[in-house]
Structures are given as C-alpha cells and as structure tokens.
C-alpha cells in the first residue's frame, strides 16, 4: 500500500505537486467520501471534494509511477518493453501484433503490475491504464471535443448549451490541452507520416482537421530541436511517457493531493461494495503485491461513494452487486448500453515515393473527417507507427458511427462479468471503415496491409478497443448527473456515462461530465 503520505511526498519529486501543502492528513479506514480509480472520472472527483473540504480517499488497484527502474526511466518504451509495460502479462499484447507478419512486435515479459491492461472478452478485448492516472498515463494524449450535435444526440437530457459553455472549456483548461505549431507540424520529419495521410486524404476530397492534445508541444519542440530528452519521439506512449504529456498525475491529481484533504491508496483493488443499515457504503478490497499476490483483504466505509474506475471497472463492481446481492435495487440498465467507440484500426500501403518516415512522433495530432457524410459518418485518428525506420504504412484508428450495443452479465462461477459483444457487431465498424479506406485507396490507387494484425489476411483489427464506453449510462443506470438510480449518495463518474459511442476520442467529454456532476452534486448532495 502506498498511501497519501508516501506517494504525495514522492509525487512532490515526480509531479511537481504546485499547490502541496507539507502537511498530510493521517490514513483514513473510514472516510466521508471514497472515490474507486484514478483515471478522469475519479480525479475530477478527487479534487472538486477535496476542494470542497471533504476528507477523500481514492482507491487505486495500479501502481503509482514515480520510481526510475535501472535504466533511470520510469515507464518503458514500445520498442524495448520490459515487466513496466503490462499489467500481468508474460508477454507483451501491442496493438500491431505483427510486421510484415513477423512476430516481432511482442516481447516476453515478467509478470508486474504494469501500466497498460488488456481485458479479454470473447469478441473483443479493452486496453486500459492501470496507475495513478488510469487511462492518461498510456493514452495517445488526442483531446477533441466532440460535435455539439453528435453530443446533443447521445446525451439529449444534458444541457449542451451549458456543456460547451462551462464544462468543456474546464475540462480542457483543467487538463492542459494545446495544439502543435503548423508551422512546425509542416516542416518537421516527425509529422511527415501524418502529411502523408493528409495528402492521401485530400486526394480523396475529404476534410482533415488538427486535434489538440495533452502533450506539450513545446516540449516536443524542444526534444527535436535536441535540447530535452526525448519521450514522444523516442517511442513512448503507450506503455507510459517519462516527459512531456500532462498525464492526470501532473493535473488533477496533483492539485487533488494539494488540497491536503486526499488520500490515495495504490494497489488496492475495489471487489464489492455493499450497503450497511447506516446507508454508508462498505467497500471490500483487495492490497496486492508486485506478484500480485493478495497480501490483505480490507475493509472501508463511507457515506459518499464515487466510482470512477473506468466503463469495464465500474461496470463490473456494479453488475457483481447487483447479482450478488449486495446492492439488489440497482436496475436492470446497469451494464448495458456499452459499445467501443466503433474501433477499428486500419494500416494502408503508402507508393514508394510516399514515404511516412523514420522517426514518428508518438502523439497524433490530426484526424480524417468524414463525420459529417451521413451515408457513412467515420473521425480516423492518423496514428503513427513509430518503431524508427521508413515502413511506408499509414496507420489508422477510426472511429466509426456504429450503433451496436452490448451488455455485461454476471458469472457466477468464475465471479467476474462477460461481455456480450459479438464479432457480427465490429463487423459493423469495419464495414463502415473500410467503405471510407477503399475510397482512400481507390483515389491514391494504394492498398491496404495485410501484416499487421497477427494472422495472415487481416486489414481491419476489429477485436480490440482503446474507447470502451458504456455500462452505467447517464439517464438510465443513473440520473441525468450520474447519480446512481435506487441508492442515494453513490455516483458513477466515469467512461461508462457515455452510450458506447461519442464519435471522437473520448476522456474531454468523460472529464467535462464529471465536472458538471461534481458541480451539481456538492451543491444539492453535501
Ligand atoms: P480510466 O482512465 O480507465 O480509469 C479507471 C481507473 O480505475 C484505472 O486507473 C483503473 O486501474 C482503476 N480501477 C478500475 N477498477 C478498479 C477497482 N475495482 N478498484 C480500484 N481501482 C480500479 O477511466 N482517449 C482520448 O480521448 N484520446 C486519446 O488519444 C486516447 N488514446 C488512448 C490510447 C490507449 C492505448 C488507451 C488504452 C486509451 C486511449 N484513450 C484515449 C481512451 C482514454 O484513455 C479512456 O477513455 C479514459 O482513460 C477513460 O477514463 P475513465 O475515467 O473512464
């Protein structure tokens, strides 16, 4: 367990904690407000309670990331992943599981609570963070506020007006996004990959737009010009950046632990949550060792509880609860309505001439937009593929407007929860991705890649998802500010509000919910 003391004072050297005060308040078993996970959701949680003078613990079931291993990093790279890079995994699982069909990719690893997951469903497998910071410290860093209209037609009880007047605009304040230089984006070699597509896509007469992120730009700069160390262009990303990205750790989090009213235990993992006669919540949780081992099994209380630990995390605590009885007045929407975002990611043949570079920045920073063609609606992420010599692919992750729907049902025996997601469902989003990529391809006269997702024909990596969403939807499972129906004082804040499709990437629309819901509950709940 690491708890505040330790990981604030640690946070003090990594995170650079501005607004940490020397003081920290003493380890809570019982606390007023407990929040699962310390991904978006549950950060934004952190703070606006602390903030508010709450006494706050987070329960985290990863690791804090604020020790160098003996290469002096933090987090490992893509090209050179070691124990750091996947959550109990002896073998590393990366999204591009072959080049030109070989299978060197993928490296053997020591089992380790390291920071990227993939949860394996029958249909489709999730990658997630694991850490302090869940999802922010692995993700591609793309912050896009989604459009209006699309945000109107999945959230049509929310205010969107209020939405993209005060919570978007917080979220994104709040979570340091910027956008990369165009002169500099035009000039550098570590965005010709990204030109590349645009020219492909311009020759197609479709529209590409530059997306924000969460990576300093002005660090990139800096690592390019050589005068700081290299992180988005030395290959790291998604097992975690050692520099430049403004994970939650450095936000959020950071100013959460300011506020001396957070507590945040790390690799303790949330398994049930009942209700005791006092209407205060009792959460039963496991502490694992670096093996994985469960070296305690706790037990903490409080009147106010928060879950924030992702649409899978979430989704699952409050599925078991409800099937197991411990918490039986949840309703019957909860686990339902999940969907990938429509994930699916694409790899094109550039010609010999159209060459996508050596050296890649690890963060996007544009995307194809086709939303608006009604026929087909697809945003593709222009993602790089940076393993550091000239490949000729164009890499994608399209995000399709696929309505398929999916729920979570309890196993019993084995105690944990299964997706009903089918394989017909991606086919879904394939078929619409690749309705937009054979456009491309026809225009440019190019083809697609065949290596690159283990077997030997498969374009469309149609069985993995970076966007899970859904699971506790926001006016279904819960009230319309993530109040979960049946139980007063418990909220979902996280990924599984959202009904399995946003249309771009989602952690602005999950952050700016969980802002308006914060905002709402500490002025009507408290
Ligand atoms: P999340 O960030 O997943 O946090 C949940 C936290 O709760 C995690 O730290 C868990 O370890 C923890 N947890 C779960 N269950 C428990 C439990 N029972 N007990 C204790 N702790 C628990 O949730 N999105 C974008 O918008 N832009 C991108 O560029 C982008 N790229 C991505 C790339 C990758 C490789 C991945 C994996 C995701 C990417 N995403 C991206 C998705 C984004 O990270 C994700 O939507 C958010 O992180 C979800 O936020 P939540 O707060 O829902």
């Known amino acids: 367990m690491i708890a505040l003391q330790t990981a604030a004072t640690a946070g003090l050297t990594r995170i650079g904690l501005q607004s940490a005060q020397a003081v920290e308040p003493a380890a809570v078993e019982t606390a007023p407000a407990i929040v699962v996970g310390s991904g978006y959701g549950g950060a934004v949680a952190a703070l606006r309670l602390g903030q508010a003078g709450i006494t706050t613990l987070v329960l985290e079931m990863g690791r804090l990331w604020n020790t160098p291993g003996t290469d002096g990093k933090i987090f490992c790279s893509t090209a050179a992943p070691d124990k750091r890079s996947m959550w109990f995994k002896t073998r590393t699982e990366a999204p591009l599981a072959s080049f030109l069909w070989l299978d060197v990719v ?19 497998s999730v990658y997630v963070g ?22 109107a037609e999945q959230f049509p009880t929310v205010d969107a007006t209020a939405m993209y007047g005060t919570y978007f605009p917080r979220a994104r304040t709040m979570l340091g996004v910027n956008t990369v230089d165009p002169t500099w984006f035009e000039s550098t070699e570590w965005y010709q990959f990204t030109r590349t597509s645009r020219k492909a896509a311009t020759n197609t007469g479709l529209k590409t737009t530059f997306v924000p992120n969460v990576y300093d730009f002005g660090y990139m700069q800096q690592e390019a010009a050589g005068t700081a160390t290299k992180s988005a262009l030395a290959q790291e990303v998604i097992y975690g950046n050692n520099y430049g990205k403004k994970s939650l750790d450095k936000t959020y989090l950071a100013s959460a632990l300011g506020t001396g009213k957070v507590t945040i235990h790390t690799m303790e993992k949330v398994k049930a949550v009942t209700r005791a006669s006092d209407g205060s919540y009792v959460l039963t949780v496991d502490r694992i060792d670096d093996t994985g081992t469960v070296v305690e099994t706790k037990q903490y209380s409080c009147t106010y509880l928060f879950l924030g630990g992702g649409s899978l995390g979430t989704t699952e605590l409050l599925v078991r609860a409800r099937e197991t009885g411990t918490l039986p007045a949840l309703n019957s929407s909860v686990g339902a309505g999940w969907g990938p975002n429509g994930n699916t990611m694409v790899g094109r043949a550039n ?23 009604t026929d087909n609606p697809v945003f593709a992420e222009i993602a790089p593929l940076p393993i550091g010599f000239e490949t000729w692919v164009s890499l994608y992750l399209a995000i399709t407007k696929n309505p398929q729907r999916a729920s979570f049902t309890y196993d019993s025996a084995s105690g944990t929860v299964k997706l009903g997601w089918t394989a017909a469902q991606s086919a879904v989003s394939v078929a619409m991705a690749k309705k937009l990529f054979d456009r491309i391809n026809s225009a440019n006269a190019t083809l697609y890649r065949y290596d690159l997702f283990g077997s030997t024909s498969k374009v469309f990596a149609d069985d993995f998802c970076y966007h899970p969403l859904g699971g506790c939807v926001l ?19 996280d990924g599984s509000l959202v009904p399995g499709n946003i249309g771009v990437n989602p952690f602005v629309t999950i952050t700016a919910l969980a802002e308006r819901t914060l905002e709402r509950v500490l002025a009507e709940d408290f």
């Open 106 to 124: 993928n490296k053997d690893i020591t089992a380790y609570p390291g920071a990227l997951d993939r949860v394996h469903y029958d249909n489709m």
């Open 475 to 493: 006016g279904s499972a819960t009230d319309n500010y993530g109040r979960v129906k049946g139980y007063s004082k418990l909220y979902v804040t």
């Open 351 to 373: 010609h010999i001439w159209d060459t996508t570079g050596a050296n890649q920045s690890t963060m996007p920073v544009m995307g194809i937009d086709d939303w608006a063609n």
């Open 130 to 151: 694991r850490g302090v910071g869940g999802g922010s410290l692995v993700n591609g860093g793309m912050a896009v506020t989604p459009l209006q209209s699309y945000f």
